[in-house]
């Protein structure tokens, strides 16, 4: 019978966050697998556990050597506990090689739920919570990064980002050109830690901040994109988006609802856009 691989959330930066599950697991394990063998030393020594079983790496540079012989040990029966330097793993940490080799050997995965840095800072940020999307590091070459960023200049959820902290000013300013200077973002340094920090305003102004330099670990919420206003609508790109719908097979007065809503618009606007655009022909 195969074993199990256990994903375990770590605290971010407080221990005294991390759930009892966690230490327990940590004591019983087969084998730890850890992004930081020397930051997993510091956490069990906090929480008082000894671990029992085999520790080994598990980091970006040797994740995918690795992952076939973690595969290996669970198909043997071996409990795996995969840790990563803090949150959740596989958001934006290792794991979801190793979570993919084991699905497709049909090895059972689970999870012992933990503190994530994206839901905190999204929590204390003051902004929409209702609908949001998780964005991840962006490109470091600042071409890539403005190109990356403007891809989703009129997404209208909450997004968020990770930063490092010598990146930021230069990613704030970036997004103050992409989004616009007057967004309202926040910016959440050293979550739970000591130092814990959570700046918010206007992009421009966020970005000013950051110039001076800032240090520690970086969470940024960035308000989604307003609603567009109806005066400032196209009725050509209205009854563009209704034929689009109609050449899917959406009948028109459904494609016309459909069209109302996600433009924030009354369906009379759409309508008498498709009309103009028919006169026009």
Same mark, same amino acid.
């Given at each position: 019978?195969? =074993?199990?691989? &256990? #994903?375990?959330? @770590?605290?971010? !930066?407080? %221990?005294?966050?991390a759930? $009892? ?19 997993l ?35 043997? =029966?071996s409990? &795996? #506990?995969?840790? @990563?330097?803090? !949150?959740? %793993?596989?958001?934006?940490? $290792?794991?979801y ?6 699905v497709?050997r ?33 490109p470091r ?16 959820? @909450? ?13 704030l ?9 007057d ?11 000591t130092?814990e ?6 992009l421009?102004?966020?970005a ?7 240090r ?24 563009r988006?209704?034929?689009?719908r ?11 609802a ?6 924030s618009?009354?369906?009379?606007q ?12």
């Amino acid at each position: 019978m195969s =074993g199990t691989l &256990v #994903l375990a959330g @770590t605290p971010i !930066g407080d %221990p005294e966050d991390a759930p $009892p599950r966690l230490a327990a697991e940590l004591a019983s394990a087969d084998v730890i697998a850890a992004e930081d063998t020397r930051r997993l030393r510091r956490l069990t020594a906090a929480l008082g556990v000894t671990p029992a079983g085999r520790i080994v790496s598990y980091f970006e540079g040797n994740e995918t050597a690795r992952t076939p012989e973690l595969v290996d040990a669970l198909a043997e =029966g071996s409990r &795996v #506990l995969l840790v @990563t330097d803090a !949150g959740m %793993p596989s958001v934006s940490d $290792p794991g979801y090689r190793l979570v993919a080799a084991a699905v497709e050997r049909d090895i059972r995965v689970t999870a012992v739920p933990g503190p994530s840095a994206v839901l905190t800072a999204l929590a204390l940020s003051g902004l929409p919570v209702d609908r949001f999307c998780f964005e991840g590091f962006l490109p470091r070459k600042s071409g890539e990064r403005l190109s990356r960023l403007r891809e989703v200049a009129d997404e209208r959820r @909450t997004l968020v980002y990770f930063e490092a902290p010598h990146r930021l000013a230069d990613t704030l300013t970036a997004m103050a050109e992409a989004f616009g200077a007057d967004r309202r973002a926040a910016v959440c340094r050293e979550l739970t830690k000591t130092y814990e920090e959570v700046r918010r305003g206007p992009l421009k102004d966020l970005a000013a901040w950051a110039a001076d330099g800032v240090r520690g670990e970086i969470t940024v919420v960035v308000a989604g994109a307003p609603a567009p206003s109806p005066q400032e609508l196209d009725p050509a790109e209205l009854a563009r988006r209704v034929a689009v719908r109609e050449s899917a097979g959406e009948a028109r007065k459904a494609a016309i609802a459909a069209v109302a809503t996600e433009a924030s618009v009354p369906k009379r606007q759409v309508f008498d856009a498709v009309v103009a655009a028919k006169t026009a022909r």
